[in-house]
């Protein structure tokens, strides 16, 4: 079963950019979606993107489309996830989770496999 790391956060000014890394393995088969998610402080956990580690095709929440881009390295063991022009409504925690099969969304409850998370905090 693929193992999510998650890694890359930190604290940046308003408008800076950050890339996130999702460090994916422990499978045999690249049959998995890998998507990444937030939780805002006292908000419910909202998935922000996810791709297929074997199509091409990216999905994104309408919310952060134009901002960040998901992307994964040639081996297929690291998934990323660029966001530019930060602003403070994006301070989280973000994860990196991974289900068998197809992207069909971005609901949490439907991805099984997740890491302990990478804090992104924007100051203004």
């Known amino acids: 079963q693929v193992q999510p790391v998650e890694s890359g956060g930190g604290s940046v000014q308003a408008g800076g950019s950050l890339r996130l890394s999702c460090a994916v393995n422990?499978?045999?088969?690249?049959?998995?979606?890998v998507g990444w998610f937030r939780r805002p402080p006292g908000k419910e956990r909202e998935g922000v993107a996810a791709l297929h580690l074997a199509r091409p095709n990216a999905y994104y929440a309408d919310s952060v489309k134009g901002r960040f881009t998901i992307s994964q390295d040639n081996a297929k063991t690291a998934v990323y996830l660029q966001i530019g022009n930060l602003k403070p409504g994006d301070t989280a925690m973000y994860y990196c989770?991974?289900?068998?099969?197809?992207?069909?969304?971005?609901?949490?409850?439907?991805?099984?496999?997740w890491g302990q998370g990478t804090q992104v905090t924007v100051s203004s």
């Open positions: 989770a991974a289900h068998l099969g197809r992207c069909l969304h971005l609901q949490p409850s439907g991805f099984l496999y």
């Open positions: 422990g499978y045999t088969y690249s049959n998995y979606c």
